[in-house]
């Protein structure tokens, strides 16, 4: 496997959109289903977003009609788009496979939502 590099986030307000993008080259990533997780003080990483091999997408309620995934590049990228996004969202966001390989996990791209 190679590694896994997130970027995108930023501080937004409520109601704005950001998208995430997960660096993830390789035929190893390419083969596997990926998710996007995040994770916020005092909490564990949860999934949020997930697209599996054949491209069939699942997402948590919390974020479900707001955030999509998707891949492009031949698979080496994905994307999660966050659309109407809620203070509730703010967390750190990681990409890596699902199920994780946890000796994978990246430095993941911090979003913050305030007015």
């Known amino acids: 496997q190679v590694p896994l590099v997130e970027s995108g986030g930023g501080l937004v307000q409520p109601g704005e959109s950001l998208r995430l993008s997960c660096a993830a080259a390789?035929?190893?990533?390419?083969?596997?289903?990926m998710g996007w997780y995040r994770q916020t003080p005092g909490k564990r990483r949860e999934l949020v977003a997930s697209q599996a091999r054949g491209g069939d997408t699942s997402y948590d309620d919390s974020v479900k009609g707001r955030f999509t995934i998707s891949r492009d590049n031949g698979g080496n990228t994905v994307y999660l788009q966050m659309n109407n996004l809620k203070p509730e969202d703010t967390a750190v966001y990681y990409c890596?496979?699902?199920?994780?390989?946890?000796?994978?996990w990246g430095q993941g791209t911090q979003v913050t939502v305030s007015s």
């Open positions: 390789g035929r190893s990533w390419r083969s596997l289903a």
């Open positions: 890596n496979s699902v199920p994780a390989m946890h000796v994978y």
